[in-house]
């Protein structure tokens, strides 16, 4: 198993609808997970830090799900600017810290 | 408040040949890292520094590849001697917090990049 895995898509997704993506990680350690999103030919910018408790940013909602080591990215009310790629991104603390990109998810929104 | 800054932006070399890129992190930032970015993946941390200090290299292909951080500010890596599969963008972060020792890692503010052609 990947230590961190994303459905690569493309999401062809019309606007206005929802989205969402999942992303699964091996490591039960992990301690801390965001979402980054990537423009074409852009560097990667932080879309939002993803809580135990779970956490909402206008159209954006990120869960955590610890049992089954997944987090997931809601969008709602799809525009056209949120075509992008989606990479999630998982922190292990401790002895051996390590940082993990997932490949991300590319995500297009139809007119 | 000034970004990352990396240079150059573009880069291109024969095989066997050496690079160096630069960064130079957001002022106050005390991590910084090395991502390769190859077409069509995620960055791979290639090294993280806490100051001068390097906190992992362990994905730094050690035999080619070499990063400084040597005033514990700005930063060099370095490639001698490049191979084809080395064609990548080179990403460098920094953040005002990173891991180890109980710390949380906090947001990772990116560079522009420096993209790479090995011929």
């Known amino acids: 198993r990947k230590e961190v895995e994303q459905d690569p898509g493309p999401f062809n997704v019309p606007e206005g609808a929802t989205v969402a993506f999942n992303c699964t990680y091996s490591?039960?350690?992990?301690?801390?997970f965001f979402w980054y999103r990537q423009d074409c030919r852009k560097e990667p910018k932080l879309l939002m830090s993803v809580y135990s408790s779970g956490n909402e940013d206008g159209r954006f909602t990120a869960q955590l799900n610890r049992a089954s080591q997944y987090i997931s990215l809601l969008i709602r009310d799809s525009k056209l600017s949120d075509s992008a790629t989606y990479l999630c991104?998982?922190?292990?603390?401790?002895?051996?810290?390590?940082?993990?990109f997932g490949k991300g998810t590319r995500l297009h929104i139809l007119p | 408040e000034a970004g990352v800054a990396q240079s150059p932006r573009y880069k291109i070399i024969e095989k066997r040949q050496s690079v160096a890129f630069w960064c130079n992190p957001i002022s106050g930032h005390a991590t910084l890292y090395w991502y390769q970015q190859i077409l069509g993946q995620g960055p791979k941390l290639l090294i993280q520094?806490?100051?001068?200090?390097?906190?992992?290299d362990s994905q730094l292909p050690k035999d080619r590849f070499s990063a400084e951080r040597l005033k514990g500010v700005d930063s060099t890596l370095k490639i001698q001697p490049a191979k084809l599969e080395d064609s990548a963008v080179y990403l460098c972060?920094?953040?005002?917090?990173?891991?180890?020792?109980?710390?949380?890692?906090?947001?990772?503010?990116f560079g522009p990049g420096t993209r790479l052609t090995v011929l």
């Open positions: 490591n039960s350690a992990s301690q801390s």
């Open positions: 972060a920094s953040s005002s917090i990173g891991g180890g020792a109980g710390g949380h890692y906090n947001e990772q503010f």
């Open positions: 991104v998982v922190n292990t603390l401790g002895r051996d810290d390590k940082i993990i």
């Open positions: 520094f806490q100051n001068n200090g390097v906190v992992d």
